[in-house]
């Protein structure tokens, strides 16, 4: 079935550092891809998203490339501050039928020291 | 405007007891979602409404779990006999039918003892 597999974290950078969350994914057709955050005492907001190859999402300084041939949809920021500490989650659309479920990974702590 | 609410945001509960849990999606969605976090993974889809549909229940993980939704508005997810291992972060979802975007709500966090 269809699955994503994110790095384990905690990843743990200094503010201002380059952050790098790899993810991949495996699917049949072509879903959509997502990246949800979970800031610290908050729901689940989505970051980003794109929905076919060669895609880019990007939001707040975040950006994420929709790879077909490698699977993948790394979340990059060229600088992190504090306040992106969270847990971040890569996701895919499956289409189970006529159902749009989100299919994630296991999240990813990010934490950014001062 | 208002986004997905879901209550109680804690609940502590025997093992054996029967829980009910309720969220009120975005008004207009037409699509709810129930998903399940457990401890250090990822959420696992459990149910999921469209419309007057009938529900998509591939996800729901024994006939413990059940879930209604009246019209597009409140779903309630009830779990019988629960079980510690039941014990999770339990979160809603809407959206507006065909978008893609899920916008979830701030979850319920049960720990059967």
């Known amino acids: 079935g269809d699955s994503v597999t994110q790095m384990e974290g905690p990843v743990t950078l200094s503010e201002e550092a380059f952050l790098t969350i790899n993810c991949t994914y495996t699917?049949?057709?072509?879903?959509?891809l997502f990246w949800y955050v979970q800031y610290p005492g908050e729901g689940l907001q989505l970051l980003l998203k794109a929905t076919k190859a060669d895609d880019k999402g990007s939001n707040k300084g975040f950006e994420a490339t929709y790879r077909k041939e490698t699977t993948s949809f790394h979340l990059e920021k060229g600088s992190v501050q504090v306040s992106d500490s969270a847990v971040y989650f890569c996701?895919?659309?499956?289409?189970?039928?006529?159902?749009?479920?989100?299919?994630f990974g296991t999240g990813t702590l990010l934490a950014v020291q001062p | 405007g208002a986004g997905v609410s879901q209550s109680p945001s804690n609940k502590v509960t025997e093992k054996g007891k029967d829980v009910e849990l309720r969220c009120d999606p975005i008004?207009?969605?037409?699509?709810l979602y129930w998903y399940r976090q457990r401890l250090g993974q990822g959420l696992e889809f459990l149910i999921y409404f469209q419309g007057n549909s009938a529900p998509d229940k591939s996800g729901l993980p024994s006939d413990r779990f059940s879930a209604e939704r009246t019209g597009e508005s409140v779903s309630t997810l009830t779990i019988q006999r629960t079980q510690q291992e039941d014990s999770a972060v339990y979160l809603c979802?809407?959206?507006?039918?065909?978008?893609?975007?899920?916008?979830f709500g701030p979850g319920t966090r049960l720990t059967v003892t």
């Open positions: 979802a809407s959206s507006p039918g065909t978008s893609h975007e899920q916008y």
């Open positions: 699917a049949t057709g072509y879903p959509s």
């Open positions: 996701a895919l659309n499956s289409y189970g039928g006529a159902t749009n479920k989100l299919i």
């Open positions: 008004s207009g969605h037409t699509a």
